[in-house]
């Protein structure tokens, strides 16, 4: 009898001990997000929501099943929020127009979680995508033609076209990738322009032109932001041809120690009309900056390859700056400098300017 009574004792100990097995919240609960609001958009889908106030939340995770059935998650951050403690998330990649369930759980630093909050939206076609692309499209003045920029909030793939009439007056059309926001710089013109654009999905379909307000370019120095370096003889101790366009003249250009002629080849990016190109000899007065050349020659091309004479000069290289080379105006996307002779097998140059005036 004893014996019974002892065992029933130590079974009503052991029920009543608390559970040391893992507790499903894994930490306790947090408020849910609140006041979820969703917003259709072409191709995605806008979730927008109140934070919890917890001073222990830490992270929103969204998850929802796409079209080909596989389930989807993202974890949007507390630090995420704006100033009102709102959350925005734009869930995009979508390509028809059903309706999508989406679940919103909170989580805290802590590990509490909160119960799920279910709401759903439906994207707007894709194909409208370009119809609001092209409602976004402006075009500001630039050297000698237009930057044109539009914003892509969709992710959806399509292409900017844009039309003018350049300098020589030929048309142009250029094409642009725009699946995300972008701008590109187009020219050349002279006069105020009018260009007309369009936009263009990947099936094909285009959206109705648009003619923007006509652009008056600029004129004055190429920003070197645009130039890149297409060719060059050579270079030497780390001194590349793209510090003859950086902007900087504390650093410059040095070919290899093989003799003249030594050439590098800008490309301007785009073709310009150009009459006038600078340059700034390498700064050191203490012999070597003026071991620049004595004799230079500038030609321009279209295509990088068939070049035209500009012009043959003296190049007067015990002087740092004040080497301007104004020229006849001549149309091109390459400029090609070259270093015909100098007092040493080498040369060096720190920067080359490239003007219209």
């Given amino acids: 009898m004893n014996k019974l009574i002892?065992?029933?004792?130590i079974?009503?100990?052991?029920?009543l001990l608390p559970s040391c097995s893992k507790d499903d919240s894994q930490g306790g609960t947090i408020t849910p997000v609140t006041d979820v609001k969703t917003t259709p958009f072409y191709g995605s889908v806008i979730l927008n929501w109140a934070d919890p106030a917890d001073k222990d939340y830490y992270y929103t995770m969204v998850s929802y099943v796409n079209a080909k059935g596989q389930k989807v998650t993202r974890k949007v951050s507390c630090y995420d929020a704006d100033a009102t403690g709102r959350t925005t998330l734009t869930i995009g990649g979508f390509t028809d127009v059903k309706s999508y369930d989406f679940t919103?759980?909170?989580?805290g630093f802590s590990g509490a979680v909160s119960k799920t909050v279910n709401i759903s939206a439906t994207p707007l076609s894709t194909d409208a995508a370009k119809d609001y692309i092209l409602t976004t499209i402006k075009a500001v003045p630039a050297f000698e033609g237009a930057e044109v920029s539009w914003t892509n909030e969709t992710g959806v793939e399509n292409y900017v076209n844009i039309s003018f009439t350049d300098g020589q007056g030929v048309n142009q059309v250029k094409k642009f990738k725009a699946s995300t926001s972008g701008k590109a710089v187009v020219?050349?013109?002279?006069?105020?322009?009018t260009i007309t654009v369009t936009v263009e999905n990947v099936s094909g379909s285009k959206s109705a032109a648009r003619a923007l307000d006509p652009v008056t370019p600029t004129i004055g120095e190429l920003a070197k932001s645009q130039m890149s370096i297409a060719s060059i003889s050579s270079e030497w101790g780390g001194c590349s041809g793209s510090y003859l366009i950086d902007n900087d003249i504390y650093t410059y250009w040095h070919t290899q120690l093989t003799?003249?002629?030594?050439?590098?080849?800008?490309?301007?990016?785009?073709s310009y009309f150009v009459n006038d190109i600078q340059?700034?000899?390498?700064?050191?007065?203490?012999?070597?900056g003026q071991w620049a050349p004595t004799k230079i020659q500038l030609m321009y091309s279209q295509d990088g390859v068939n070049f035209t004479d500009i012009g043959t000069y003296a190049f007067d290289n015990t002087k740092v700056y004040g080497h301007d080379y104004p020229f006849a105006q001549i149309y091109g996307r390459y400029i090609k400098f070259v270093g015909i002779s100098g007092g040493q097998p080498w040369m060096h140059m720190a920067e080359m300017s490239v003007f219209y005036k």
């Fill in 6 to 9: 002892y065992i029933l004792g």
């Fill in 259 to 270: 003799g003249f002629p030594h050439w590098v080849v800008v490309d301007l990016g785009n």
């Fill in 104 to 107: 919103l759980t909170s989580y």
């Fill in 11 to 15: 079974f009503i100990l052991v029920t």
């Fill in 279 to 288: 340059f700034v000899r390498r700064q050191d007065d203490g012999g070597n």
């Fill in 187 to 193: 020219g050349s013109f002279m006069a105020a322009t």
